[in-house]
């Protein structure tokens, strides 16, 4: 009798230690999953972020764009609407001003617009300004 | 790391003179004594209409440029600081 309860007992130790050692096995490698998932979920949300700012951006640019556009049919829309050649004629002291003045105002427009590329690094400069 | 960005563009002023059959003496008189010399490039109106829109094609292009620049770097900055 005492024999059976010692082989019982044996088993009982063996099977629980089978179970122990797996149970540690299964715990490590929910870990490891646990950890892989982690990481992927914040790989995929990074670039799920990046694909939000890149669309973001990229619109931003269409609608400048359009922009742009307008602002330039705006500004040759004067050239149509006027017949230059007859005003320049007409009234040369009036036009000369207007048309200095115009240029000036482009040449400054494009000034700023390349200073605020320059601006992006902090003013940092390859070459020294011109004079 | 990006790289340094151009230099602004620095624009020097021009003058331009209007001249008519009314105030064309005038107007050379002033070239004259402006320059020491009585040379000067003409343009006609038709020309300078069209040189005031290749000066809007030019800013055109720019502000364009610019815009994918600061498009590449927002993206490429964001990229580096992850």
């Known amino acids: 009798m005492s024999k059976i309860l010692i082989g019982v007992i044996a088993v009982l130790l063996l099977s629980n230690y089978f179970f122990w ?29 990046d694909f939000t700012l890149q669309t973001n951006s990229l619109l931003e640019i269409q609608n400048r764009n359009q922009e742009i556009q307008q602002e330039m049919n705006r500004y040759l829309d004067i050239f ?5 050649t007859k005003l320049a004629a007409a009234k040369p002291g009036l036009i000369q001003p207007r048309i200095n003045k115009g240029t000036k105002d482009v040449f400054d427009s494009i000034e700023e617009d390349s ?4 601006s992006l690094d902090d003013g ?6 011109a004079n | 790391m990006q790289p340094i960005m151009p230099r602004e563009i620095n624009l020097k002023e021009l003058q331009w003179l209007t001249v008519t059959p009314d105030n064309w003496e005038e107007q050379l008189a002033r070239i004259e004594e402006q ?3 009585l040379v000067f490039l003409a343009m006609t109106i038709p020309d300078y209409e069209v040189m005031a829109y290749n000066m809007q094609e030019i800013k055109r292009y720019i502000v364009e440029l610019k815009d994918v620049v600061v498009y590449y770097r927002k993206v490429t900055t964001s990229e580096e600081t992850e």
């Open chain 1, 21 to 49: 050692n797996q149970n540690n096995k299964l715990s490590a490698l929910n870990q490891a999953f646990e950890l892989r998932d982690k990481e992927q979920k914040a790989a995929i949300e990074s670039l799920q972020n």
């Open chain 1, 80 to 84: 149509k609407r006027h017949d230059l």
């Open chain 1, 115 to 118: 200073r605020n590329i320059d």
């Open chain 1, 124 to 129: 940092l400069q390859l070459q020294p300004t």
């Open chain 2, 35 to 37: 320059e020491g010399e």
